[in-house]
T-cell receptor, first 113, second 112 residues
Framework: EPEVTQTPSHQVTQMGQEVILRCVPISNHLYFYWYRQILGQKVEFLVS????????KSEIFDDQFSVERPDGSNFTLKIRSTKLEDSAMYFC???????????FGPGTRLTVL | GDSVTQMEGPVTLSEEAFLTINCTYTATGYPSLFWYVQYPGEGLQLLLK?????DKGSNKGFEATYRKETTSFHLEKGSVQVSDSAVYFCALTDNYGQNFVFGPGTRLSVLP
């Protein structure tokens, strides 16, 4: 069964550094999402992406965050200058159409020191 | 805005016990409802879903029925196993399948 993949599984970085989290959505999917889960807390929506542009974003997704689909397969989340409070698990998800079933990747654990 | 409320955890049960995890929601329109499961150290996995009122989602012995009149989507399993120990998230998405709204999660521990 096709699946969403994410790399790296764990990223450790220093405060103020830039990080790029990578996702490979399922190949025929058209809608892409990033979520985050701070340890022990709920999963929070960050951003949705369709047709090479952001379709919706939450309050969390401020100017420090950006997303990109640089080629036909990858979907990236960039945090320009990481803060301690960015430490969380980041999940990518994708869907083929608006059929409501999002497939989630295994997540990238980001630790900001 | 849309929201999802789940029963507080953790829930601790003995093997073969009956499980219910309550979930209620607030939403405009006609959301689709989901249960996701997160096993220790892993990502989110879709457990089951229902896209319209009175639909029943089922998978791996788990069931949940979309109750529009009570705005609920309670998760049930007749006989839990140790391997069911995980965090369970109730979630909804709007008519347009855009962003998901997740509940806070309920941690289930099943003891042998």
């Amino acid at each position: 069964e096709p699946e969403v993949t994410q790399t790296p599984s764990h990223q450790v970085t220093q405060m103020g550094q830039e990080v790029i989290l990578r996702c490979v959505p399922i190949s025929n999917h058209l809608y892409f999402y990033w979520y985050r889960q701070i340890l022990g807390q709920k999963v929070e929506f960050l951003v949705s992406f369709y047709n090479n542009e952001i379709s919706e974003k939450s309050e969390i997704f401020d100017d420090q965050f950006s997303v990109e689909r640089p080629d036909g397969s990858n979907f990236t989340l960039k945090i320009r200058s990481t803060k301690l409070e960015d430490s969380a698990m980041y999940f990518c998800a994708s869907i083929r159409t608006l059929e409501h079933t999002q497939y989630f990747g295994p997540g990238t654990r980001l630790t900001v020191l | 805005g849309d929201s999802v409320t789940q029963m507080e955890g953790p829930v601790t049960l003995s093997e073969e016990a009956f499980l219910t995890i309550n979930c209620t929601y607030t939403a405009t329109g006609y959301p689709s409802l989901f249960w996701y499961v997160q096993y220790p150290g892993e990502g989110l996995q879709l457990l089951l879903k229902a896209t319209k009122a009175d639909d029943k989602g089922s998978n791996k012995g788990f069931e949940a029925t979309y109750r529009k009149e009570t705005t609920s989507f309670h998760l049930e399993k007749g006989s839990v196993q140790v391997s069911d120990s995980a965090v369970y998230f109730c979630a909804l998405t709007d008519n347009y399948g855009q962003n998901f709204v997740f509940g806070p999660g309920t941690r289930l521990s099943v003891l042998p």
